[in-house]
């Protein structure tokens, strides 16, 4: 069965929410980030989103072309959890307005490489409640954004979850990556 891997960039504050927009600090660039990035989506052959990352990537990754992270993510299967968006335009998306839960799990049950799943929501709390997610990769940021209401936070609010560390990474620029996943 695929995985559900859920790759969130989040503060030292724990903010979530737009990540585009959060102070930057003058350090060495690490492109093993980018590489780790482009690892992750190159193993999957999905991507599952909640509206508002879908409102975040649409307008820039349609833009973008000639490597192979925007090559892929433009071309891949994406599946958008919304009641609100109705026709989107970036191709190969598909709107899962109804019955969230058992469609996320034929998703799962199907031959092919493992789902990768952006932003950190309700979305996110959903999988969760429902046993669907597998993997938690946390990039954390060395910054406090100092902003931010609960709906911007990781877990505003979400169902007990025990998580084991299996893979972490620290890069030059003082970002840690860590990997969980979904403790037995």
């Given at each position: 069965?695929?995985?559900?891997?859920?790759?969130?960039?989040?503060?030292?504050?724990?903010?979530?929410?737009?990540?585009?927009?959060?102070?930057?600090?003058?350090?060495?660039?690490?492109?093993?980030?980018?590489?780790?990035?482009?690892?992750?989506?190159?193993?999957?052959?999905?991507?599952?989103?909640?509206?508002?990352?879908?409102?975040?990537?649409?307008?820039?990754?349609?833009?973008?072309?000639?490597?192979?992270?925007?090559?892929?993510?433009?071309?891949?299967?994406?599946?958008?959890?919304?009641?609100?968006?109705?026709?989107?335009?970036?191709?190969?998306?598909?709107?899962?307005?109804?019955?969230?839960?058992e469609r996320v799990r034929?998703?799962?049950?199907?031959?092919?490489?493992?789902?990768?799943?952006?932003?950190?929501?309700?979305?996110?709390?959903?999988?969760?409640?429902?046993?669907?997610?597998?993997?938690?990769?946390?990039?954390?940021?060395?910054?406090?954004?100092?902003?931010?209401?609960?709906?911007?936070?990781?877990?505003?609010?979400?169902?007990?979850?025990?998580?084991?560390?299996?893979?972490?990474?620290?890069?030059?620029?003082?970002?840690?990556?860590?990997?969980?996943?979904?403790?037995?």
């Amino acid at each position: 069965m695929r995985k559900i891997i859920n790759s969130t960039y989040i503060s030292l504050d724990g903010v979530v929410e737009q990540p585009h927009l959060w102070p930057t600090i003058d350090r060495p660039s690490d492109e093993r980030g980018g590489q780790i990035q482009t690892e992750l989506l190159l193993a999957c052959d999905a991507i599952l989103m909640g509206r508002r990352t879908y409102e975040g990537f649409a307008p820039v990754w349609q833009t973008r072309s000639g490597d192979p992270y925007s090559d892929r993510i433009n071309t891949m299967p994406k599946y958008v959890v919304s009641t609100t968006l109705t026709d989107p335009d970036w191709a190969n998306t598909t709107v899962i307005s109804t019955g969230v839960v058992e469609r996320v799990r034929e998703l799962k049950s199907q031959p092919g490489r493992d789902i990768v799943q952006y932003g950190f929501g309700a979305v996110s709390t959903l999988l969760m409640e429902n046993g669907l997610l597998d993997e938690l990769r946390l990039w954390i940021h060395p910054l406090f954004v100092g902003t931010g209401s609960t709906d911007d936070l990781l877990f505003p609010q979400g169902p007990p979850s025990q998580f084991e560390l299996v893979d972490s990474t620290i890069l030059e620029s003082s970002m840690v990556i860590l990997t969980y996943r979904l403790a037995a």
